[in-house]
């Protein structure tokens, strides 16, 4: 078993920012999805309705995306 890691070992700091801005904090789950998809690892989530599970589907995605660095565009 594991053990889990702190929110701001996982978390990217601008997206802790986004979740304290609203007085949020990232939950379990949202986490672990985040944790298990840079490990290369896919996973199944249950959770009730409110529990954050669109989220925690997307923030991989999103955290990826934000730490690309974008190649200059060619003008031509």
Do not use: N, Y
């Not at 978390?11 to 998809?37: T, V």
């Not at 409110?50 to 999103?62: D, E, I, Q, V, W």
């Amino acid at each position: 078993m594991s053990v889990p890691r702190p929110a701001d070992v996982i978390l990217p700091e601008p997206f802790a920012r986004w979740f304290a801005s609203r007085g949020w904090a990232p939950r379990d789950h949202q986490l672990a999805l985040l944790e298990k998809a840079r490990a290369g690892r896919s996973a199944l989530l249950i959770a009730p309705t409110g529990g954050g599970k669109t989220l925690a589907g997307f923030l991989p995605t999103l955290v990826e995306l934000s730490e690309r660095t974008r190649a200059p565009i060619a003008r031509g």
